[in-house]
Nanobody, 116 residues
Framework: QVQLVESGGGLVQAGGSLRLSCAGS????????MGWYRQAPGKEREFVAA????????YYADSVKGRFTISRDNAKFTVYLQMNSLKLDDTAIYHC?????????WGQGTQVTVSS
């Protein structure tokens, strides 16, 4: 069974930091692009960040550029999202994914809440 399991979410004050992790199991994700989307209450899901299979390329939404850093450890089938200088607008459920859009696996999500 293919699974992606996120962890690391929680409640943090504005300006603080969190590190999300997403661990894959059930197949080899090391050849897949991996990344993160988020969805806030009442809003559409939005792209946050992505990383190529070997970590050589990274992509960020403008809203998080300079504050968030995506990385991966293929030996552990895990992708990370380091989130610094968090803002109230970063409050959302964060979902990781693996694979191209045609065949994409998703995690259940982890809640990130930023308080003032």
């Amino acid at each position: 069974q293919v699974q992606l399991v996120e962890s690391g979410g929680g409640l943090v004050q504005a300006g603080g930091s969190l590190r999300l992790s997403c661990a894959g199991s059930g197949r080899t994700f090391s050849t897949y692009e991996m990344g993160w989307y988020r969805q806030a209450p009442g809003k559409e899901r939005e792209f946050v960040a992505a990383i190529s299979w070997n970590g050589g390329s990274t992509y960020y939404a403008d809203s998080v550029k300079g504050r968030f850093t995506i990385s991966r450890d293929n030996a552990k089938f895990t992708v990370y999202l380091q989130m610094n200088s968090l803002k109230l607008d970063d409050t959302a459920i964060y979902h990781c994914y693996a694979g191209p859009s045609a065949v994409r696996y998703w995690g259940q999500g982890t809640q990130v809440t930023v308080s003032s």
